[in-house]
């Protein structure tokens, strides 16, 4: 992998003479399921303090449409759950975190019923429903295409009540502060009190994904993957960077948010077609819309450029229409907003970037390389996706490996009774604070340069063209010290999309969500093992 210039270690200066002091037992990062599940966990064991940069619900969880991969349902079994994940992950899942995670996560899901999270049922029993991948329906929804929204709110509920949890809305943190790599915490920027130093004995880095370094994507604003980017700067290692997920299925109107069209409507029927009308999955895989979502993805690539047509189509008009606005409810409403009548019109739609399979390597407690800093959810890599993730597997794995960063993180407190040891720390990054920067203009510029050259298709002339660019605005971006999200958000998506682009120029094959045109086959021999870098 090329060396890159090394980042600054802190992207701010600080004095802990001067800064403001908080003390936590365990510090989490992030509001959405890892984040709260993390939290719920280590509050058994002491004091938590969750801090989350926009308002609590405002995350990749609460976005999640499709639903929970789980094995609940009475034909299913474990080994069938791992037998399909370990098939779509292409000879790069880490076996042991599939196994954990799948029999671990009906417990854990029985115990977010029992917090009180509805599931869509039919006679009092949970209703599965089939996405691309799967073998047979295992997937358990809310509200017909609300499921993250249901789960968060179950678990903010029960982190507000419990006693042991406090949470800061609308703070930033910008690096963990650590010493000889063990992590003593995070400095962090409240938007009414500023910054701020939060001591912890253990942190859970639990911020989510990095959606938002792309052009086309169904990450809201949050997900600018700075937990990867204060992990990398601190020296964590990571691990498969180059594999995005490329959802097949948004909205595609112009001046839409680009909307999730969930995978089960395919799983319901929905049939995908062309701009001439004409169906396309079926030449291009036996499962056809059901294939998984690297295949559908490419396959929808290849019709917009053979029909030379921005988008495809999803048709559901042959599905009863009561069926459908109840079975849909949300994309029912999102569509008749933009005049689409979803029983009437077909709904136009093309992939765009939805998860981030890498991340911060974690081990099989939710444990970093760093000593006293966990990962869990979106952020870490656990090895559970391998090349290619199976819709819903990953609230899933949010879920369990939440709960397991917090029970770990809170044990080993109670094991080493340590007291909070704060020190002295100046940081003094010694940028300019001047700027004469338009940070929208090359926030956007970089999001179409990824979208371009590292997107679902790649090949080296891109990927070093993209490599070129970025550093030429890291050279004018990085320089400076910056007092406001933005500019913190700028300088981590930069990172991030280096760490893309040069994790992909090393895979040279294709893999799962890791397409090279100029590498195509996939290299059982010389690739199939992870991409780490430190
Ligand atoms: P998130 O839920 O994204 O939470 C991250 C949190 O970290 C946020 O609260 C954010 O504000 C906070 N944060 C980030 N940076 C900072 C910072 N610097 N300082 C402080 N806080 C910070 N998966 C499924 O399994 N099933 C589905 O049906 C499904 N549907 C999806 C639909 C959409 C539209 C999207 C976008 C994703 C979907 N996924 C689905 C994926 C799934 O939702 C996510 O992978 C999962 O919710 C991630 O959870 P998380 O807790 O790791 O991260
Ligand atoms: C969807 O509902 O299609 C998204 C599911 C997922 O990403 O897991």
């Keep these: 992998m090329k060396k890159q210039k090394e980042p600054k270690r802190y992207l701010i200066s600080f004095d802990s003479n001067t800064t403001s002091h908080v003390f936590t037992d365990v510090l989490v990062i992030g509001s959405g399921l890892a984040g709260l599940s993390a939290a719920i966990q280590a509050a058994g064991y002491g004091s938590v303090l969750v801090v989350t940069k926009d308002k609590i619900d405002e995350n990749n969880t609460a976005y999640a449409q499709g639903g929970i991969a789980v094995v609940?349902?009475?034909h299913d079994t474990v080994m069938k759950h791992m037998k399909d994940t370990l098939d779509a992950g292409q000879g790069l899942c880490n076996t042991a975190a599939v196994r954990t995670i799948v029999s671990e996560g009906p417990k854990q899901v029985k115990k977010l019923i029992e917090y009180g999270a509805a599931?869509?049922?039919?006679?009092?029993h949970l209703i599965f429903t089939q996405e691309g991948g799967h073998s047979f329906p295992r997937i358990i929804r809310a509200q017909g295409d609300s499921t993250g929204r249901e789960v968060e709110h179950t678990l903010i509920h029960v982190a507000r009540e419990h006693q042991n949890i406090k949470i800061f809305e609308h703070t930033f943190t910008i690096d963990l502060i650590t010493r000889d790599n063990i992590c003593h915490g995070a400095v962090a920027w409240h938007i009414k009190k500023g910054t701020m130093l939060i001591w912890a004995k253990r942190t859970i880095l639990a911020t989510g994904g990095c959606g938002q370094v792309y052009r086309e994507t169904t990450n809201p604003d949050v997900a600018t993957g700075d937990g990867v980017a204060m992990a990398y700067r601190a020296g964590a290692a990571l691990q498969d960077m180059e594999f995005i997920q490329f959802h097949p299925t948004t909205l595609y109107i112009a001046g839409a948010v680009r909307f999730l069209i969930t995978e089960t409507v395919r799983g319901e029927g929905g049939i995908l077609r062309n701009k001439k009308g004409?169906?396309?999955?079926?030449?291009?895989?036996?499962?056809?819309e059901l294939a998984p979502r690297d295949v559908v993805s490419q396959s929808i690539l290849k019709e917009m450029q053979k029909t030379d047509h921005t988008n495809v189509y999803i048709d559901v008009r042959h599905i009863a229409k009561d069926r459908l606005y109840a079975r849909f409810p949300k994309i029912k409403e999102i569509c008749a907003s933009f005049g689409i009548d979803i029983a009437k019109d077909l709904i136009p739609v093309r992939p765009s970037a939805h998860y981030m399979i890498g991340g911060v390597k974690v081990n099989r407690f939710s444990r970093t390389s760093i000593q006293q800093l966990y990962a869990c959810g979106e952020v870490a890599c656990t090895g559970m996706h391998g090349a290619?993730?199976?819709?819903?597997n990953s609230l899933l794995e949010g879920l369990v490996t939440g709960h397991m960063a917090g029970a770990d993180a809170g044990k080993s407190i109670q094991r080493t009774k340590r007291e909070l040891m704060p020190y002295a720390v100046h940081e003094s990054v010694g940028l300019s604070k001047i700027s004469w920067l338009d940070l929208h203009d090359i926030g956007n510029s970089l999001k179409s340069l990824m979208w371009r050259d590292a997107g679902i298709e790649r090949d080296e002339r891109h990927l070093l063209e993209a490599e070129e660019m970025i550093e030429m605005w890291c050279s004018y971006v990085m320089d400076k010290e910056f007092s406001n999200t933005i500019g913190w958000e700028l300088q981590n998506m930069l990172l991030v999309s280096q760490l893309i682009v040069s994790f992909a120029r090393k895979r040279k094959e294709s893999r799962g969500v890791h397409h090279r045109t100029d590498y195509p086959e996939t290299d059982n021999i010389q690739w199939k093992k992870h991409t780490i870098k430190k």
Excluded: C, I
């Design 72 to 74: 609940l349902s009475a």
């Design 388 to 392: 290619n993730r199976l819709g819903s």
């Design 119 to 124: 599931f869509d049922k039919e006679d009092d």
């Design 278 to 288: 004409v169906r396309f999955m079926p030449k291009y895989h036996p499962q056809a």
